[in-house]
């Protein structure tokens, strides 16, 4: 996982990711929070012992979203779960390239003022400065070769698959 970041945009990127759950969406992000550990989580933020990390579960170690790495349209956070937009691995893999994403402002990234909001320009030195974390999400726990709900529905939206939002890889962008 690599960026080149100027300014406020990102002018390229590149994940190579191998591993996922073949012929399926992967939505992937850029997290970043002040407060978090920018960092990729561990089994042990499990909270609910269930086994399992969710992403609400990973954000104390990576952050909210920053940027929505999908394959068109709108970058910003509020496209983090339009998993239709988002790669599709073949037979477990992909590489994800895109040019020129704008950085945008994004609340609750635990900056000082209202809301907690960070500039653009304050994310951007931020990912930068190495404290981005790719998140990819979407794990097929039973095997079945699709998403489903035998692990229960999504904390992001109970309309998808929990298996569909589960962080299912992390890196930190250099």
Do not use: W
Not at 46 to 74: C, F, H, K, M
């Amino acid at each position: 996982m690599t960026a080149t970041v100027r300014n406020q945009r990102i002018k390229h990127i590149e994940v190579h990711a191998s591993g996922l759950t073949p012929d399926a969406p992967h939505a992937q992000h850029i997290h970043y929070g002040e407060q978090a550990l920018n960092e990729c989580p561990t089994l042990a933020l499990d909270s609910n012992g269930d086994g399992r990390l969710n992403t609400v579960e990973g954000i104390p170690a990576y952050g909210p979203v920053v940027v929505s790495l999908n394959t068109t349209g709108d970058t910003t956070p509020a496209s983090f779960l339009d998993v239709t937009r988002f790669p599709v691995s073949e037979s477990g893999s992909y590489h994800y390239s895109r040019d020129n994403i704008g950085i945008t402002k994004v609340a609750g990234t635990g900056y000082p003022g209202p809301d907690g909001t960070g500039t653009a320009k304050e994310i951007a030195d931020s990912i930068r400065e190495s404290e981005g974390v790719v998140v990819i999400h979407g794990v097929d726990y039973n095997g079945n070769g699709e998403y489903d709900f035998g692990r229960g529905a999504s904390e992001l939206d109970p309309n998808l698959p929990a298996e569909a939002t589960d962080p299912a890889a992390c890196g930190i962008l250099e």
